[in-house]
Every structure is written in C-alpha cells, then in structure tokens.
C-alpha cells in the first residue's frame, strides 16, 4: 500500500497562493491521486483528481512529477473560507480495488486576515 | 445532486448494544465504504463494498460488520458497542469510473 505523507498543518494569509504537498513513494502504476477538503462537522468533498503533469479546475491546480512520488495541491488566492483540512487520497476509489486506497492525515490549513 | 444520507448526525449508546448505522446514496454508485475518523488518525477504512451482498475488510474491521442487500444502502454494524468506538463515522460513494467519492455528513456516534 502507498503510505501518504503531508504536513499536518500550514498557515497562510487571504490572497496568498498556497501550495501543500502529499507524498507517496510507494504509488502504483494504476493509482490516482485525488484532494479532499473538510469542513469541520461535515463529510470530506471532492477538490481534484490527478494521474500526471498538470490538473487545474475552477478552484485548484494539481502537479504531478514525472515519477508521481509526490503532488503538490496549489490554492490560488485562499480567502477565510478555505480554511479547513485537506487530505490527499492516493488509489481509486472507483474499482474493486478501492479498499487498497490510501489516505493521508490531512493538512490543516488556517487562512489568516 | 448526488446524496449519501447518513440515518443520524449523532448518537449515544451504551456499552455492549447493538448499533446500527445507515448509509443511502441516490445516484446508483457501485461501490460504498464506512470510514472512521478520529483525531489525528485521519480517515481509515472499515469496510467497503462494490456490489450487492460484495464485502472487503479495510483497515480496522475488528468489532463491526456491514450489510449491503440493495444497492443504494449501505450499513455499518457494532454487534457489541464499546467506549473505544466512540468516534464519527463517515459513509461514501464512488462511481466505477474513477470519479469524485462522495462523503455523508457523519454520524458522531458516543458509546457510554
């Protein structure tokens, strides 16, 4: 199994861009890697998904490295309301497989005035 | 908008009841999973399931059981509670296609 590693806390200040990354030496060859984010006394919600290079929807950036041991979650201009904690997904969640997906501790962001 | 709707945002039980947690998505997804979440420990797997009647053991199954008899529902079951299963529980859904996993809003479950 990946094992997921990211920083268990980060501060940031309103407009800043943030970068938090996740590694996983371990990744396989089938695995994806996806961004969750949590709100507290809520369920864990969809950010993005990645496989390689480069993602970027509406709200994020996600880069891959070539040899995928690492992702980096890029949050352009955080504002108060991003403040929650993220958590890095590597496996798929969609196939049989699914149980063999690995979360990491997630990353408690404070987004400071 | 998809929806995994948890029976209960919070319960207390007692040592060594039976306790039932629900768990109904409405968008036809295969496969479903109950999580557990704890302080520091992140999200860790119980059970998951990819079709009717299908289970795996995650990475804690110790003390719970599950029941998937239709597809849409998914239950996660303490046969016996105990003080060190107060926790919130968290109910997902994913697609086969790789897609975004769908979380409920938690069950806060406290065991006295």
């Known amino acids: 199994l990946a094992k997921t590693t990211q920083p268990i806390s980060m501060d940031s200040y309103e407009g800043q861009e943030v970068n938090i990354t996740c590694s996983h030496n371990?990744?396989?060859?089938?695995?994806?890697i996806t961004w969750y984010q949590q709100f507290p006394s809520q369920g864990p919600r969809f950010i993005i998904q990645?496989?390689?290079t480069k993602v970027t929807n509406e709200v994020a950036s996600l880069f891959i490295p070539a040899d995928r041991k690492s992702s980096t979650l890029s949050l352009p201009r955080v504002s108060l309301s991003d403040t929650a904690v993220y958590y890095c997904l590597v496996g798929d969640l969609g196939n049989t497989n699914a149980g063999k997906s690995t979360f990491g501790d997630g990353t408690t962001l404070t987004v400071k005035p | 908008d998809v929806k995994v709707t948890q029976s209960s945002r919070y319960l207390v039980k007692r040592t060594g009841e039976k306790v039932f947690l629900e768990c109904v998505q409405d968008?036809?997804?295969?496969?479903m999973f109950w999580y557990r979440q704890d302080p520091g420990l992140g999200l860790r797997l119980i059970y998951f399931?990819?079709?009717?009647?299908?289970?795996e053991k995650g990475d804690i199954p110790e003390g719970y059981s599950v029941s998937r008899e239709k597809k849409e529902r998914f239950s996660l079951i303490l046969e016996s509670a105990s003080t060190n299963q107060t926790s919130m529980y968290l109910c997902a859904s994913s697609p086969p296609d790789r897609g975004e996993a769908f979380f409920g809003q938690g069950t806060r479950l406290t065991v006295v």
């Open positions: 399931s990819y079709d009717v009647k299908m289970k």
């Open positions: 968008m036809d997804h295969e496969n």
């Open positions: 371990n990744i396989a060859t089938n695995d994806y």
């Open positions: 990645g496989y390689k």
